[in-house]
């Protein structure tokens, strides 16, 4: 049992509504990368704890297996 691209994605931007998200994926190991002001003065483990805490149900449940998430701030994607 796997769960879509789209149902990922769309998990995220329900916690993160201001964020810019894209997700790939084969339905076993998913990467996304997720732009947003929430990431504001957060290290990069409290970005990941924010979109693991929006996915948590479906990795708790055996849909989502693996994922990589690259978090940035809208800044750090102007440099």
């Given at each position: 049992m796997?769960?879509s691209?789209d149902a990922?994605?769309?998990?995220?931007?329900?916690k993160?509504?201001?964020a810019?998200?894209?997700?790939?994926?084969?339905?076993?190991?998913y990467?996304?990368?997720?732009?947003?002001?929430?990431?504001?003065?957060?290290?990069?483990?409290?970005?990941h704890?924010?979109?693991?805490?929006?996915?948590?149900?479906?990795?708790?449940?055996g849909?989502?297996?693996?994922l990589t998430?690259?978090?940035?701030?809208?800044?750090?994607?102007?440099?």
């Amino acid at each position: 049992m796997s769960i879509s691209n789209d149902a990922v994605k769309q998990m995220i931007q329900d916690k993160l509504p201001d964020a810019q998200v894209s997700v790939s994926g084969d339905g076993y190991k998913y990467e996304t990368d997720v732009i947003s002001e929430a990431f504001t003065g957060l290290n990069t483990l409290k970005r990941h704890q924010l979109v693991y805490a929006a996915v948590n149900e479906a990795i708790t449940s055996g849909q989502l297996h693996a994922l990589t998430i690259r978090a940035f701030t809208p800044a750090e994607t102007n440099t």
